[in-house]
């Protein structure tokens, strides 16, 4: 542990924890010990892999175009030729 006054300062913005972290530090114990210890106890998320997360990624994409009606998206050649004249150039 760093020496007091090179920790950053805790800021709570609950009522309720405040109260409660005034309760819990009331036997001599600090304050980043007695939240050091409750997030001790939280059980640390999962990682996603990057394989997973890709998979997960691509499968959303999916099920987005899934919902597209066939027939709705414009091709190429319509694209461009709302962009492009006869000729070729831009509009």
Known sequence: MQPRR???????????????LKVLTSTGRSQAEVIEEALDRMPEPERESEEDRRTRRRAEIDASIARIPKGSIMSMEEFDALGYDESGDPR
């Open 6 to 20: 090179k920790q950053p300062p805790i800021t709570i913005r609950s009522e309720r924890a405040a109260r409660r």
